[in-house]
């Protein structure tokens, strides 16, 4: 199975934009359904971003229009492109991956990152 590393993460002001990156290493992630989640301080682990393997994708609706999510299969790597950053975006960003099929996503995420921060000053 991969084993996932993400980076990218920053602080930057309300506004700006941070790309994060998630590089996998492993066989097989071309055939992986991954996404992002964030974990606020004091919160809950949201799902905030995913990609079926077959390229269909699913945002929650926080982020729509602003986050951009991608899959690279032959770089082996994970992006979410988040731009007009908002102060409650601040979270610690995971990205995970999961096998079979769910439109949009994953049915369960079984392999997780280990996070990267993203802080966002109003």
């Known amino acids: 199975q991969v084993q996932l590393v993400e980076s990218g993460g920053g602080s930057v002001q309300a506004g700006g934009s941070l790309r994060l990156s998630c590089a996998a290493s492993?066989?097989?992630?071309?055939?992986?359904?991954m996404g992002w989640f964030r974990q606020p301080p004091g919160k809950e682990r949201e799902r905030v971003a995913a990609?079926?393997?077959?390229?269909?994708?699913n945002y929650t609706d926080s982020v729509m229009g602003r986050f951009t999510i991608s899959k690279d299969n032959a770089k082996n790597t994970l992006y979410l492109q988040m731009d007009r950053l908002m102060p409650e975006d601040a979270a610690v960003y995971y990205c995970?991956?999961?096998?079979?099929?769910?439109?949009?996503?994953?049915?369960?995420?079984?392999?997780w990152g280990q996070g990267t921060q993203a802080t966002v000053s109003s």
């Open positions: 990609v079926d393997r077959l390229g269909f994708t």
């Open positions: 995970a991956a999961g096998r079979g099929y769910a439109l949009g996503g994953c049915p369960e995420y079984t392999i």
């Open positions: 492993g066989y097989g992630f071309v055939f992986y359904c």
